[in-house]
């Protein structure tokens, strides 16, 4: 098995907040390219590629998507005071954690990015009853060290802005950085299409880079419209263990990844991915998602007529903050799971799936 | 420009019965477009075609709403009080005092149950409309029966005030551009969709007919030019505002550079929108199929949801400059 890490770091060490995922799609497209047989991008941008399964024939091949979506959360300026940057969130960022956090602002007036660090106003200029604890994410913003008058020539309004946290190597075995979600998954999707190349597969796999996944699906929803796969799974994350969460809604770093249950998934594609994880043994925990999944799975399964799907999540802690931390033997499983489960497709397996 | 807005803003059109605006938008628009029609679900689909000889042509879809928020009755109690929900936005502070009028012509105003405090204001459950009915069996309406609310077009010079400016004056400002619209090398498709105030259901299916290459809607959008309102630097007379984000979606950044490119070549005054809340028909555009690169060109709106909602006219005149000339060149995205 290759070393994902050199990859995992590049990709966590560049922007592409949702909408705007161009710098981390350049990367994977470039990693992907040699792995798969056909690689485009769709009108919105998510990346698509295409490794052709063994089953001969032009007409109703069966597929497979596995979708890993690359955008990441970040924040918006929405107004300039004096040199100082306000901002809003794109996706759900946990502002409790934002202060002192280093950043890049695209500033787009002059086409340059600015480092920065979101700080903290004192209590004195805060509301009644909004300086103790953490601070809401319309009072904090981010000083770029610039006068107010530079400030006002580089950066507009609607400027992005994405955190700048490098990646931490850790003790155990652990990397910690921004946007683990769900560049954890890229690089395990990257660690599956690595490991079918020496495996022979019937299916046609269709490994997508969605985007927009933390705001709108948008990516999952448009691809899979577009591609029509027969199955498909999504790769996320899932809450990890860690101080104030150890119920059952959370899972241990490094033990496995999770296999969903639950409206969102198909009792099917569960059993066939339990049946090979106990065949390869590969720790897996089932995940209840009594609701949605919140992740690609629920707009791909609403896709057309209809399509079978299947949540896989990699246990990670401190969830959008801009120090995510995953165990990289989780990530190995994770790849290694998808491939196995890629290579035990028959080529009927589609009418297996049926209920009783 | 004015005449035609009076017009369009004091038809009654709720979502789902947007029959009278859209004869009204038809009767306009039908010697100006090469093509028109109407689809299952409603919306109006006005097509202009590219000039003979256009190479592969883009297919563009501008999405105007034509529906508004209203009340439609829940039941009618015994002493001929209307009880009535919301269609759409419809938030009870904005009612107090209202004038209301039901498609079949009944007028009526929206009374309240007494509150602890007069400054209370109580849930929709709690009002009901009074037409002057005085028992269910001599009540002019019944269960189901949909009201628009009343209020008369106010000119103030450059600041015009109506009911359902949202989104009349998209409408407004498609038509208008429809209308300078002399050729064009796209295949243009103005969309006057239905139903966008409960889940921009119009702009959602007539995206998936018409399966665009590109577009954008006009709507209007929140304002931060009045006292207390914070956080939003979106101005009325600053130019009409180019979205770049909504509660709903990221407007394509391509789109947004051919907007801003265009502005700033013509010098059109424009303003850059982070809109935190609400979203408009682009949304559903850029979901649709396998995806289409959208945005939105805004008409910033004081009071947006009440029946007094506020726009300036230039910021109107600027957006049809605007788009006439999106329009009429041609663009690689």
């Known amino acids: 098995m290759t070393d994902i890490l050199p990859f995992l770091k590049s990709i966590i060490s560049v922007a592409g907040l949702s909408g705007y995922e161009t710098p981390v799609a350049n990367l994977i497209e470039e990693k992907w390219t040699p792995l798969v047989d056909e690689i485009s991008r769709s009108r919105l941008g998510s990346i698509h590629g295409l490794k052709k399964g063994s089953v001969s024939g032009k007409a109703s091949r069966p597929s497979v998507l596995i979708a890993t979506h690359m955008d990441a959360i970040g924040l918006m300026v929405t107004r300039i005071v004096d040199g100082f940057i306000y901002v809003t969130n794109i996706g759900g960022v946990d502002a409790r954690v934002l202060p002192g956090t280093p950043v890049l602002v695209h500033a787009t007036k002059s086409a340059k990015e600015l480092y920065g660090v979101v700080a903290m106003p004192p209590a004195n200029l805060l509301p009644e009853g909004q300086s103790a604890g953490a601070i809401g994410l319309k009072y904090l913003m981010i000083d770029t060290g610039l006068t107010p008058r530079e400030v006002s020539k580089r950066v507009h309004i609607g400027d992005r802005v994405s955190f700048n946290t490098e990646p931490v190597e850790m003790s155990g075995g652990c990397i910690s950085g921004h946007t683990l979600d769900n560049r954890a998954s890229v690089a395990a999707l990257t660690i599956c299409l690595e490991e079918l190349q020496a495996k022979s597969h019937i299916w046609d796999v269709w490994a997508l880079a969605s985007i927009q996944e933390e705001v709108t699906f948008g990516g999952s929803y448009t691809s899979t419209y577009q591609l029509r796969p027969t199955i498909a799974i999504a790769l996320d994350m899932t809450f990890g263990n860690g101080t104030g969460s150890n119920d059952h809604t959370a899972f241990p770093i490094g033990k496995g990844v999770t296999l969903g249950i639950g409206p969102s998934v198909h009792p099917f594609l569960h059993k066939r991915f339990k049946e090979v994880a106990e065949r390869v043994e590969i720790p897996v925990k089932d995940e209840a998602l009594p609701d949605h999944s919140s992740t690609d799975a629920d707009a791909m399964q609403l896709t057309a007529e209809g399509i079978p799907t299947m949540v896989v999540s990699i246990p990670q802690r401190y969830m959008h903050t801009p120090v995510e931390l995953v165990a990289l033997k989780d990530i190995q499983r994770a790849g290694r799971l998808l491939a196995e489960f890629v290579a035990s497709l028959e080529a009927d397996f589609i009418n297996k799936i049926a209920w009783d | ?333």
């Open chain 2, 1 to 333: 420009m004015k005449q035609l807005l009076k017009t369009l803003t004091e038809t009654f059109s709720p979502s789902g019965y947007e029959d009278e605006i859209r004869k009204v938008i038809l009767n306009e628009v039908k010697s100006l477009a090469d093509e028109v029609r109407v689809d299952a679900l409603g919306n109006l689909i006005v097509r202009k075609k590219p000039i003979k000889g256009t190479k592969s042509p883009k297919k563009i879809m501008i999405a105007a709403h034509m529906d508004e928020i209203g009340l439609m009755v829940t039941h009618v109690d015994d002493n001929g009080f209307v009880r009535f929900t919301g269609i759409g936005g419809v938030y009870p502070r904005n009612l107090v005092g209202g004038h209301v009028r039901f498609a079949n012509g009944v007028s009526g105003v929206i009374g309240l149950e007494p509150t602890s405090s007069p400054s209370d204001v109580p849930a929709l459950n709690k009002m009901f409309v009074d037409v002057g009915a005085t028992s269910k069996k001599n009540c002019p309406v019944k269960t189901g029966d949909v009201a628009g609310f009343e209020r008369s077009f106010l000119d103030l010079g450059d600041r015009l005030v109506a009911k359902s400016m949202d989104d009349r004056i998209g409408c407004l400002v498609a038509i208008e551009a429809l209308r300078a619209l002399k050729s064009t090398p796209h295949d243009v498709y103005f969309v006057f969709t239905t139903q966008e105030e409960v889940g921009t259901h119009g702009a959602q299916t007539s995206a998936y007919g018409i399966d665009p290459d590109l577009g954008f809607s006009i709507d209007v959008t929140s304002w931060g030019d009045t006292p207390g309102q914070k956080d939003f630097e979106v101005a009325l007379g600053k130019g009409p505002a180019i979205k770049i984000r909504d509660g709903g979606m990221l407007s394509d950044p391509r789109i947004v550079d051919w907007m801003i490119r265009t502005a700033e070549k013509a010098k059109i005054p424009y303003q850059r929108e982070v809109l935190l809340g609400g979203t408009t028909d682009a949304r559903a555009m850029q979901l649709v199929r396998g995806g289409v690169p959208v945005g939105c060109v805004s008409i910033p709106c004081r009071y947006v949801h009440t029946p007094a909602e506020m726009v300036d006219f230039n910021d109107v005149k600027n957006a049809v400059k605007l788009i006439g000339l999106m329009l009429k060149n041609s663009v690689s995205i």
